[in-house]
């Protein structure tokens, strides 16, 4: 073996050593993850209001908080060409209760689930690794359903004359914007990790047997992150 072919063969070893193999995504790539899924909620209330006047039993108001829950997350990912692609976020419902602070604090008020549709354009980063970082930006549809009073909080307010409470939030349309990447596992398999944040706002009304009502505008705001195994189709 001559000193040429000597080299040149360090030449792709010292190659393939400083940059592992590398898959590309094409045009017409269609990438599915799924993994988990954890919703952090920002939120920011306005004071709870009875009948349109601050609630007030002493004097002070209340405002609502929501818990954190983590579900199945799974989206679907079409590829335009090696930088472009559109994704579309779906999980199993998440599940939060509501529960309120200041005068209200400790109270756990109202359980609810909701799906969190989102559709985003994914803009990845050029890399000669298995490493593709992105970012994304989309828009989200907030759907809200079973919302039900706790127990705790039927006892609570049937002591203040208030019974028969239907739960009802407005769904919520908003923007999102994510950072992530997708890391090469072979020329189909690949992880993932992600956060977003997504903008809901929503008004949370409580409609009693009496036409009494109980509201509080919500502005949720969540972190959205999200650890998945994907597979490129």
Do not use: C
């Not at 009948?51 to 908080?65: F, K, Q, R, V, Y």
């Not at 599940?95 to 994914?122: F, N, Q, R, V």
């Not at 690949?190 to 036409?211: C, P, Y």
């Amino acid at each position: 073996m001559n000193a040429l072919k000597l080299l040149g063969i360090n030449a792709v070893i010292f190659s393939l050593l400083a940059h592992p193999l590398a898959y590309s995504y094409e045009s017409g790539d269609i990438i599915i993850r799924a993994g988990a899924t954890q919703v952090t909620p920002q939120e920011d209330s306005g004071p709870v209001k009875l009948n349109g006047s601050t609630l007030s039993l002493g004097g002070g108001d209340s405002e609502l908080n929501v818990d954190d829950n983590t579900q199945l997350g799974l989206n679907l990912a079409y590829v335009f060409n090696k930088n472009w692609a559109i994704e579309l976020l779906a999980a199993t419902p998440f599940e939060h209760t509501a529960s309120g602070s200041g005068e209200l604090a400790g109270l756990d008020i109202a359980d609810i689930k909701h799906l969190p549709p989102t559709l985003m354009a994914l803009y990845y980063f050029d890399t000669t690794s298995k490493l593709k970082p992105y970012l994304g930006a989309g828009v989200n549809y907030t759907i809200f359903f079973d919302e039900d009073l706790t127990s705790e909080a039927n006892s609570t307010l049937a002591g203040l004359g208030l019974t028969g409470g239907d739960v009802e939030l407005d769904d919520s349309w908003g923007l999102s914007v994510q950072a992530g990447f997708d890391y090469e596992l072979s020329d189909r398999w690949l992880v993932n990790a992600s956060v977003r944040w997504i903008d809901i706002d929503t008004e949370a009304e409580i409609t009693f047997d009496s036409g009494d009502k109980i509201t509080a505008d919500l502005e949720i705001d969540p972190f959205v992150y999200t650890v998945s195994i994907g597979y490129r189709l």
